[in-house]
């Protein structure tokens, strides 16, 4: 890289009535450095790995890509750099980390992959290759330890590789379907710390459509769980999941349902708790019985849908709105818990091309997927048997419509509060809310600026907020700014540690 401009400062930005929001660092990379930053992994108080892609590397390389690996302190201080080649022809590359390790996969369409880790605390790397279905097609890719989970789908039917990369093994896992029109894997979930990987499998077992529970450890299949049985008779079909274990034989399962299974819509959220592979209680939430739910809509809409509910209830039913939410993992706080979901829906647009046939010139019009709009998300706390104690919900203010479902929020619990945060673009809005009563106990939107006071931003985009370690976080993008004195523009992508101090 030519030039790098390392600014430390802790200036306090901004004061709320519960918290403190501050810069403590800031990274800038000039953009002309023809340098492209592709990701950070995050390893707490060991620092974090940047890697970048650099154009200077690439001149005389005709057949590999060349991936740099450089290691920041939690000062962002940089230190020592590793390049790792990559054939040009692999053309699919995954990325994800352990305690220790970034391990990076490319493959080819033969099926041949090279799995490359990278120890963060001296930079040392080890390789392993193998082969794969030529047809597999990737959607995730896990480490936990030395175990590797590679999930995809080979002729729209589930497929996972286990690999143990220190002891140079594979195992499939065995998914079989019962009726492959049925057959579903609705979520793949995973916990590092208890090294487990969780999927969430829908299956028609003898007429009756039934939810399962895969639990994977080490490698190994190690447990099937029943969760539900699903049918006509209880209008209750289990549309994603997430797993938390809170002993060896209990877990506590959340995630969304419907009245309908086929199709991503849901009209509420469920938790059920297991116990030696018993479901010990189920417990459902329709949407519109948490508190604001409805807040992102317009004061109209929120009255209609209201007085629909009143009228709805009068005659013994309930009312029901749906939508598509991605359900984070449950928060456990002593002996109770915490369920964030993000709520979504997906766009089209219209694509008008001109084709010449024999008859003449036409203009053909179709819609096309644009994207997926968030829209709001919610706060659920439980008690230990799954009763509300109460909930929240608030608007999400973001742009950006990304193809890929995601996660834009990352939050922090203490014993007094717990702390949402996300970024749109040019801001990072930070709420508050008691752990007790649920209620919001501050909210602060934080422009995310340059140091140079002299310098206004313009533009800010392709901008992520998310959790470090403790009360730090971390936000990266490209900014355009402009000085107000020379007129001087520049564009630089920048790496921002936020602390958020709580009181």
């Not at 650099?54 to 005389?60: A, G, I």
């Not at 890719?141 to 729209?156: A, L």
């Not at 195992?171 to 979930?189: E, G, H, Q």
Request: glycine residues 4%; contains cysteine; hydrophobic residues 30%.
């Amino acid at each position: 890289m030519k030039q790098i401009i390392l600014i430390v400062f802790a200036t306090l930005i901004t004061y709320v009535s519960f918290s403190q929001i501050k810069t403590v660092h800031r990274l800038e990379f000039d953009s002309k450095d023809e340098v492209e930053i592709s990701r950070y992994y995050l390893f707490g108080k060991q620092g974090l790995i940047q890697k970048t892609i650099d154009e200077n590397k690439q001149k005389n390389k005709k057949r590999d890509i060349v991936f740099t690996f450089t290691k920041y302190s939690p000062e962002l201080i940089a230190g020592k750099q590793v390049d790792i080649h990559k054939q040009k022809k692999q053309y699919h590359n995954e990325s994800d980390t352990t305690s220790h390790y970034v391990y990076n996969l490319g493959y080819d369409r033969k099926g041949n992959y090279i799995i490359h880790r990278i120890d963060i605390r001296d930079l040392s790397v080890e390789s392993l290759t193998g082969e794969f279905h030529k047809r597999l097609r990737i959607s995730e890719f896990i480490c936990i330890n030395d175990d590797i989970y590679i999930f995809g789908y080979i002729h729209r039917l589930p497929f996972m590789l286990m690999i143990n990369f220190s002891k140079k093994t594979e195992n499939i896992a065995k998914l079989i379907p019962s009726n492959k029109l049925i057959f579903n894997v609705m979520t793949f979930d995973y916990d590092k710390e208890e090294e487990e990987v969780y999927l969430f499998i829908r299956d028609d077992i003898n007429d009756n459509i039934e939810t399962y529970l895969y639990i994977y450890k080490h490698g190994k299949h190690i447990n099937k769980i029943t969760i539900n049985t699903e049918g006509e008779k209880n209008d209750f079909f289990i549309k994603s999941g997430r797993a938390s274990k809170l002993s060896q034989n209990e877990y506590i399962l959340t995630g969304s349902y419907s009245r309908i299974w086929n199709n991503m819509k849901s009209t509420g959220i469920y938790i059920s708790k297991i116990v030696d592979s018993q479901n010990q209680f189920t417990q459902k939430i329709n949407y519109l019985d948490i508190n604001n739910f409805l807040s992102h809509l317009r004061d109209w809409r929120q009255k209609r849908i209201g007085r629909k509910k009143e009228q709805v209830e009068k005659r013994g039913k309930e009312l029901e709105y749906t939508v598509i939410i991605e359900p984070h993992r449950i928060i456990q706080q002593k002996d109770s818990y915490i369920l964030i979901g993000e709520a979504y829906y997906p766009t089209e647009r219209e694509d008008c091309r001109t084709e010449t046939t024999p008859s003449g010139t036409k203009t053909v019009c179709r819609d096309v997927f644009d994207g997926y709009q968030y829209t709001h998300y919610f706060i659920v706390s439980f008690d230990s048997q799954g009763n509300v104690l109460w909930s929240n919900s608030k608007k999400l203010d973001i742009k950006q419509k990304p193809f890929r479902i995601t996660q834009y929020i990352t939050k922090s619990l203490t014993d007094k509060a717990l702390s949402i945060m996300y970024n749109n673009s040019d801001s990072i809005y930070y709420t508050a809310y008691d752990t007790r009563s649920g209620k919001e106990i501050s909210g602060k939107e934080y422009e995310i600026s340059s140091l140079n006071s002299k310098d206004e931003v313009k533009f800010i985009y392709n901008s992520t907020t998310t959790h470090w370690h403790d009360t730090y976080f971390i936000t990266y993008g490209y900014q355009r700014l402009k000085n107000e004195e020379t007129k001087d523009k520049r564009k630089v992508y920048f790496l921002n540690k936020i602390q958020i101090d709580t009181q």
